[in-house]
């Protein structure tokens, strides 16, 4: 409704993303770059939104630009520490393999904001990676 509104800029470039696992592989270049256009858009719209920063990033890491993605979530955590932003930084340092790293923004996420969603699912993730299957379990409730 609102063609300024960057988070829905950033929003969707998340979700044309997405679009790349229902699609032919040989569209995917196309869609991660429309995604990372739309992403810029929305940073270029608002560079004080902590969400679009942080959604550029997860975009940049989906690139193979670990370096780029690593940068924007920065920005978005000196904008915005809340259990989001760290969560998103979280999960892609996870994906990198960043296990520690990824741990202790997951540790920060909940303290932030203890009573929450994903960040349970991806300690777990972190837990396991680290050979840690009894604090996986526990992470579970279980």
């Given at each position: 409704?609102?063609p300024?509104?960057?988070?829905?800029?950033?929003?969707?470039?998340?979700?044309?993303?997405?679009t790349q696992?229902?699609?032919?592989?040989?569209?995917?270049?196309?869609?991660?770059?429309?995604?990372?256009e739309?992403?810029?858009?929305?940073?270029?719209?608002?560079?004080?939104?902590?969400q679009?920063?942080?959604l550029?990033?997860?975009i940049?890491?989906?690139?193979?630009?670990?370096?780029?993605?690593?940068e924007?979530?920065?920005r978005?955590?000196?904008?915005?520490?809340?259990?989001?932003?760290?969560s998103?930084?979280?999960?892609?340092?996870?994906r990198?393999?960043r296990?520690?790293?990824?741990?202790?923004?997951?540790?920060?996420?909940?303290?932030?904001e203890?009573?929450?969603?994903?960040?349970?699912?991806?300690?777990?993730?972190?837990?396991?990676?680290?050979g840690?299957p009894?604090?996986?379990?526990?992470?579970?409730?279980?």
């Amino acid at each position: 409704l609102d063609p300024n509104y960057a988070v829905a800029w950033a929003e969707l470039g998340i979700q044309t993303a997405s679009t790349q696992w229902r699609s032919n592989p040989e569209d995917a270049p196309a869609i991660m770059e429309r995604a990372h256009e739309y992403a810029k858009k929305a940073v270029r719209l608002d560079p004080a939104s902590a969400q679009s920063a942080s959604l550029l990033g997860t975009i940049l890491y989906a690139r193979f630009d670990w370096i780029g993605g690593d940068e924007a979530h920065a920005r978005a955590l000196a904008l915005l520490a809340d259990r989001s932003t760290y969560s998103q930084h979280g999960n892609m340092l996870m994906r990198a393999g960043r296990l520690r790293a990824a741990e202790s923004q997951f540790v920060a996420a909940e303290a932030v904001e203890p009573l929450g969603g994903r960040t349970t699912l991806f300690s777990w993730y972190v837990s396991l990676a680290r050979g840690r299957p009894a604090e996986a379990r526990r992470q579970l409730g279980g």
